[in-house]
């Protein structure tokens, strides 16, 4: 079996937050896991790909994301 990308790890966060958070932890630690692998600091997400496309949306969810020890930002 081939290890997860970065992009095959954001894509399964995409999918959970649009089935309203199912499994997101798992999937944040898998990211966390493939981040650190890669040697990558931060994960960028695409703001038009978010259910909550607003300031407070993305504010909440770098926080949430930062308690389980992954930095976001966010493409233009």
Do not use: C, W
């Not at 600091?41 to 695409?46: R, S, Y």
Request: no cysteine; proline share 1%.
């Amino acid at each position: 079996m081939s290890e997860l990308t970065v992009a095959e790890a954001t894509e399964n966060i995409y999918a959970s937050l649009r089935a309203d958070n199912a499994d997101l932890d798992a999937h944040i630690a898998a990211l966390k896991a493939v981040l650190a692998r890669e040697g990558k600091k931060q994960a960028v997400f695409d703001p038009a790909r978010l259910v909550q496309n607003n300031r407070a949306g993305r504010k909440l969810m770098q926080a949430y994301f930062r308690q389980r020890g992954v930095s976001v930002s966010f493409s233009d």
